[in-house]
């Protein structure tokens, strides 16, 4: 019998496919078959991940640059595959939000998925295995977050990105996304050292109290549903949005 959710021959990129999330997605799209590039701003880190992947190639990519993006794309055969991954945090309410940090946010978290798709959608499209898209939202795009107000607004657009491009291409995409809850990564890490340096295990201990299941998620949890959605096993699954959060959400 076949083995479920394989990847095998199938083409990948993953943005921000360096560290946490995107790391774990890359090894776990590897694992199940797929080739994957791993196109991060970090080039030394996808390099070194890539060469302890073997199926896998680093490609220097910064998402909010159309040029860059544009190098990119030129290097890859073909494409199966698309997770919209690459992201940043910014802690603020309206009130202290500056304008150049909410540009910022919306340069890497939503301008970059639309630039990005834009670009790939040519090979998206070609894919014999019709392709599929994995945008990496957030519950901050479905809740509200105290302190998050540019990181809010920008994954409530990824949302709204996923489910317009999901019904402009009903028949030749799939375009899912994923809403994990806070997440073990660089990314949560950063955050501590940042704004809570004298008080890293309080603040973590908030982080775990606040989803019910009382810890933070792992990447690789979220990387099986990349993989997962990205299989044969979801082909009619498109449009939708999917929460790892411990139960935070259902709160
Ligand atoms: P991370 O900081 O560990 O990794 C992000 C990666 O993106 C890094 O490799 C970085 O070099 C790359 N990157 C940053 N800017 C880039 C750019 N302009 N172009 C190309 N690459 C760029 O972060 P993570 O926690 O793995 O987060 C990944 C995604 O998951 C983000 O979209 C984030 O918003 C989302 N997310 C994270 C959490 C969490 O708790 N960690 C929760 C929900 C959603």
Redesign the pocket.
Known sequence: MREPFRLDGLHALV?????????ATSRELVRAGAFVWI????LT??KALASSLGNAQAVS????SAQSIEEAALQLPQLDILVN?????HVGGIATTQAEDFDRLLN??VR?VFLVTQRLLPLLLASPAKGSIVN?????GMIGIRQRFA?CTT?GAVLAMTRQLAVEYPKELRVNAI??????????E?YLDKYHAHEKEKIREELRARQPMGR??Q?EE?ASMVRYLSSREASFISGSLFTIDGGWTAA
Do not use: R
């Open positions: 943005t921000g496919g360096a560290s946490g999330i995107g790391e196109a991060d701003i970090n880190a996808a990519m910064d998402v909010t991954n690459a992201g940043i945090g890497v978290n970059s990496i939202g957030s519950v901050a990181y994954k809403c994990p809850g806070t997440v073990e990564t660089p990314f949560v950063g933070l998620g990447p979220v």
